[in-house]
């Protein structure tokens, strides 16, 4: 589908065009397209759709050139309108339902509980505007993955899990390169009776400015499982949507998309999805005790390394003071990274430490609009 049919053309921006994929392959389902007044209002007083399932964040296709808001002022329902690429490329189609006034700082606050400017995803819904459309869509055939392993669409994963032979597989969410801490929950859980497997999905579409970039995420991730993981247990697949850090809202709408791609276990870490001190660390763990989404959460305190007990724990599995702890956060790592110090194989394996030392890993100023 590279001609353009004949139809008006609306540009939606990187994130929503992440959105458009996902919602095309069945990953946001029961979502068939983005979202409308009624639907946005529902979400956002109640975490749920009209229809009662649980849903925590807003998918919506706000428009923020000032061509497509005059394209959008002349639609009518029912008419069908192309969302075109950066390239000039059909991407999907969506049949208008409405206009969405959006309230930008309604939404923020109610999704992303703030409506501070310095937090990622907030300071871009400030400058959305006030217009979006709604309607249902079907996208053209998602566009091979730049990241490492092919990206497994929900129908695809749920036929590999069960060529496996998994009838209950967990899934892992993560958005940065594995350290130790994260190995440690992804082999406790393989610990458990009740799990066949695990799905290791990373967040690797578009990040902010500061994370590793999406593909040595994936480098680093092909490396931890190449060499450490039980190779017919694991399965290793970018998820390439826009990274939204909501605290527990997140986690909820992470869980729920995994739930889609054949998953019935949820790992859920300390501060999952959130970002700097906008959420309470355990927030995320709560949320699941308000909404069941037919999902099993498996909740985990936040692992480390304790030199006393010599191996990785929780503060469930060690006494020791937190001085015998080994500083673990990505900061003090990446520090160690960039300043070509020791980092010790305890909190990092060398194969991924050597993929971190490596120039130009980290997005910055005017990458992020990949
Ligand atoms: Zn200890």
Known sequence: MSELPALPQLHPGVDQLYDLEKI????????DGFMDSATLASVLDTGRLPEGLPWSLPILLPLTQPDD???AERLRAGDE???VGPAGELRGVLEFRERVVLNPKRIAESAFGTIDPSHPNVGEILRWGELGVAGSVRSVAPRPSTRGPPELTPSQSRELFRTRGWSSVAAYQCRNPPHTAHEYLQRVTLEREDVDGLFIHPVVGRLKVGDYRPE????AYEALVASYCAHDRVVLSPL???????GPKAALFLAIVRKNYGCSLYIVGRDQAGVGKFYDPYASHRIFDAFDIGITPLRYEEAFFCRSCRSTATSKTCPHPSSDRIDTSQTRIREALRSGGEIPPELLRPEVAAILREPDVILKEGDAGR
Request: aromatic share 8%.
């Open 24 to 31: 095309g392959i069945g990953a946001y389902s029961p979502i």
């Open 216 to 219: 040595v995420i994936m480098r």
């Open 240 to 246: 390439t949507i826009s990274m939204r850090y909501a």
């Open 69 to 71: 808001r005059t394209v």
């Open 81 to 83: 309108v192309a969302l």
